[in-house]
């Protein structure tokens, strides 16, 4: 275990997309022979990213009214309907809004669906997980591109398993989470991967009670 979370999860951000798959596939950490196989993590990765992806945009079809207090209902798209383009009309003038425990911005919510996709496939195959990917802006919001030597700025690398699992952080909506004048808030703890899995589940549960009481108030 300890020598997978060197090469992979040392960095907090991924740390918590991978105690987010553990914790939702209830797998506990005893010790190195209970830990995941790299292969298994990719696949545990890959179904995460495909079922957190249909929590990712939320739509109206009710039409706010400025002179009146309206009540409006929201639903989450399927994963294979969220559109990659403006031209497909899921905007928030069409009232499509990205959920607000997803770390990315408008301008990138686009892009990180591709990603979601070509990253969902790659890490199902269970291959090629060493391989060197881009860390992506859209997927990874908290990297900064990084001057190498040439001309132009870069984005930084990682391996192909340490990719899905930042994305996984950036899609999960079991975290603390917020919207701040229009701009999607998140906090990532810094704690050891057994003390994240706690955490999450802890939170997880905090959520499920509060939508419990939403769900009998309505």
Known sequence: MGGIIMNYFDHPYPR??????????????NGKDSFPSQEELAKLAAEYINKAMHKYRLHTQDKPKDDAESTLQFRYLAFEDLAT???EGQTSANYYYLAPHVATGDTS???LITEARKKSKKLAKAKGLDKTVKLKRSFSPFTTKLNEGTKTLSN?????LQAGFTLVTTITPI????QVDFS????????????LI???RLFDQMQSKETGNLDQEN
Do not use: C, W
């Open 16 to 29: 918590y997309g991978l105690a987010a798959v553990l914790a939702h596939n209830d797998i506990r950490i």
């Open 198 to 200: 706690e955490f999450i």
């Open 85 to 87: 383009t403006k031209s």
């Open 184 to 195: 999607n808030q998140v906090m990532i703890p810094d704690l050891p991967l057994e003390d």
């Open 175 to 178: 975290k603390p989470a917020i």
């Open 109 to 111: 919510a686009n892009r």
């Open 156 to 160: 930084p690398k990682g391996t192909l």
